[in-house]
């Protein structure tokens, strides 16, 4: 599933090709994604897209006419999506659902479970049901120390929980909460509201230095977007106890272990975290 760091290792990836280019059509193969996509091919031909950018897992494309904003094309993967910048000309896939046509080239997106979503708003993007609602990005200042202790304060949930809960911060999908908290020293079924205000400290740290280590890592298959076979990039062979279980903690030498907390596995290392 595409985590925050692809989504934004895709948005640096296609951005370069979309901003300030005009949309010469829009090709929906399959209407029925997560939701039924909008009639675009009657709003977008002839806007031209101003910025890409990212709010949690959603891209948001602004389209302007004019001088004039007139709306955002909102873009989520979904389970399986992906995106990709190939010549217009290029013969569709199976799974290939959509294309947003921008002269000799087009933005392509392949979603073969259809879990994903094209939506189109001419609000302000960030007012979108689907957005107002969202905790703050964890590579913003406003996820900070203090910020997660008031939170954590309020409540009894295990922290792992707490941490993927997007109305307290987006993106720290599970391999993010797992690897931070194993990071931090923080064991993941630990109550939220009896964790030192230090240790919440180094946690918020260790949650952006794990996201922003995956960002910059998915940095390395750009060149991808280019390719039908772009993919977006992983760093699992460097994971410290995510998909560890039953294998040594690279720290002591403990037996990473699982369970079950908030219907995700968590592993962690019983002696490295409390
Ligand atoms: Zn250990």
């Not at 199976?94 to 001419?122: M, S, V, Y």
């Amino acid at each position: 599933m595409p985590e925050l760091p692809e989504v934004e290792t895709s948005r640096r990836g296609i951005a370069p090709h979309l901003e300030n280019q005009r949309i010469s059509g829009v090709v929906i193969r399959q209407p029925k994604l997560r939701w039924e996509i909008p009639q675009l091919q009657r709003i977008l031909p002839g806007l031209k897209i101003t910025s890409v950018q990212r709010r949690a897992k959603y891209l948001l494309i602004a389209c302007s006419e004019g001088n004039h904003h007139k709306g955002t094309l909102i873009m989520h993967l979904g389970m399986s999506g992906s995106l990709r910048v190939v010549p217009s000309d290029t013969p569709p896939l199976k799974h290939d659902h959509f294309d947003l046509q921008l002269g000799r080239q087009c933005l392509r997106l392949r979603d073969p479970r259809r879990f994903g979503a094209i939506l189109w708003t001419e609000t302000s993007a960030q007012q979108h049901p689907l957005i107002a609602s969202l905790g703050p990005e964890p590579l913003s200042d406003e996820f900070n120390a203090a910020y997660l202790l008031a939170q954590a304060k309020r409540r009894k949930v295990p922290i792992k929980q707490l941490l993927m809960d997007g109305k307290v911060v987006v993106g720290v999908g599970n391999i993010y909460a797992t690897e931070s908290l194993f990071l931090s020293g923080i064991h993941p079924s630990r109550a939220c509201n009896r964790i030192a205000k230090g240790r919440l400290e180094r946690l918020v740290e260790n949650v952006k230095i794990t996201l922003a280590y995956a960002i910059e890592r998915g940095g390395t298959t750009l060149r991808d977007f280019q390719q039908q076979d772009g993919k977006p990039g992983y760093f699992q062979q460097e994971l410290l106890v995510y998909g560890r279980e039953g294998e040594a903690c690279k720290a002591c030498g403990t037996i990473i272990r699982a369970k079950q907390i908030g219907q995700r596995t968590s592993s962690y290392c019983p002696a490295c975290q409390r």
